[in-house]
């Protein structure tokens, strides 16, 4: 399903939105996420697919590597972390706390009794895990049922306590602040609900260094930005730096998301912050998401021009797209949700009235972020038909040969 956003507006960014989130508040998470050791060094890699580019009938198609990120494997290691940095900051004033020393772990006897919780569909809750672990404040995480065992036992392997419940994703944040309450514990969640904006909005904001990276590592601007859904915090917080860099002359954004899981897609109709429609369960695991973060919805009522769904089958293939390179497209290692964008190219470039409507055509340059790797190696590996260890090989004798 291909919709069009009636809300979008081609306008300065607003000042209102500049006051919860911005270019100089995202520098800052930044600078001092470069001194957690749980990142890898540098950017991450901005790759150009001509071949790709040229079976979509596009002009240039650029993908951006989050796999690549940390030992994580995904984008979530820019979010978790930071907004947890910031909690503590807010929460222990009179400590005065050094952001370098607290990112090396100086201050875990301060923090012994601290303890911190969230749901998550496995990678939030992986870096909220690993950045505790680090910090030395105690974490739980809430999993639902369809979260994958490969997914739990990376949590765990940072020290979280896991608790397991039935339902589905929205339950398990229900039940994350009812645990929260209880115990005296801090939620940091990825998505806001009444009377909880602060940390998710430190979530979205450490998502802006993928922008500012794209920006310093591609001077020519892109035409279309294809953002995967979710409760909207990664597209929110890519949308809000790009919209406030270039105003009116901003990209066209597209947002995709499972048709399941399509609770962006609904808001959209709704005009305003809503729920899905399906059963949400889907392939796209870190996608199955059943409500809108309103604060999220926010920055995107006015700044997505299109809104997709998708079917799982879709996303696999993408996959494999990906997975496969050619003589000049890299062959990459892209997870079940990293592929949203890609497959929505695909599914367009079958057909022409709709991507005629997107503006899309041989002068488009168009940018795609792979926000994950194989964060269930196994799942990976029986979607693709190949392991990522092997996709890995090929990259690098890819790379060895240009």
């Not at 809300?7 to 998470?29: F, K």
């Not at 990664?234 to 919209?243: H, N, P, V």
């Not at 990906?322 to 599914?347: F, T, W």
């Not at 002068?363 to 972020?369: E, F, T, W």
Request: proline share 3%; hydrophobic share 45%; net charge negative.
């Amino acid at each position: 399903m291909l919709l069009a956003n009636r809300n979008a507006r081609r306008i300065p960014y607003p000042e209102d939105l500049r006051e919860i989130m911005s270019i100089a508040r995202a520098g800052q998470s930044r600078d001092w996420l470069a001194h957690w050791a749980g990142l890898n060094r540098g950017a991450t890699p901005l790759y150009s697919l001509p071949d790709l580019a040229a079976e979509l009938g596009v002009g240039q198609l650029l993908v951006k590597d989050e796999s690549q990120r940390s030992q994580l494997g995904s984008f979530k290691a820019l979010g978790a972390p930071i907004a947890l940095v910031r909690l503590i900051l807010r929460r222990f004033p009179e400590h005065n706390f050094n952001v370098r020393a607290l990112l090396a772990g100086e201050y875990a006897q301060a923090l012994a009794g601290f303890t911190v919780i969230s749901a998550t569909d496995g990678n939030h809750g992986r870096a909220l895990a690993a950045a505790a672990q680090t910090l030395g404040c105690r974490c739980v995480i809430v999993l639902h049922a369809n979260v994958s065992v490969e997914r739990e036992e990376a949590i765990a392997a940072y020290d979280a306590e896991i608790v397991r419940i039935s339902g589905n994703y929205d339950e398990s944040v229900e039940e994350a602040a009812a645990l929260a309450l209880r115990n005296g514990w801090l939620v940091v969640s990825d998505t806001s609900y009444d009377g909880y904006e602060e940390i998710p909005r430190d979530v979205m904001q450490g998502y802006g260094t993928i922008a500012a990276e794209i920006v310093e590592a591609y001077d020519q601007g892109f035409t279309h930005v294809f953002l995967q859904g979710g409760v909207g915090g990664l597209a929110a917080g890519i949308a809000s730096y790009l919209w406030e860099l270039q105003g009116a002359q901003r990209p066209t954004l597209v947002m995709v998301e499972p048709a399941q899981a399509d609770c962006l897609y609904q808001s959209a109709l709704a005009g305003r912050a809503a729920n899905a429609s399906g059963s949400v369960d889907s392939v796209m695991a870190g996608l199955a998401c059943g409500e809108t973060s309103p604060l999220a919805w926010k920055f995107l009522e006015n700044s997505v021009d299109f809104f997709m769904t998708l079917h799982d089958d879709e996303a696999v293939l993408a996959m494999r797209r990906l997975a496969a390179g050619s003589e000049r497209d890299i062959p990459l290692e892209s997870g079940e949700s990293a592929v949203a964008g890609l497959a929505a190219l695909q599914r367009l470039a079958k057909a022409p009235q709709q991507a005629a409507e997107l503006g899309l055509g041989k002068d488009s340059r168009v940018l795609l972020i792979s926000t994950e790797g194989a964060t269930a190696p196994g799942v990976y590996a029986e979607l693709v038909g190949e392991s990522a260890e092997s996709v890995l090989a090929r990259q690098r004798e890819w790379l060895a040969r240009a």
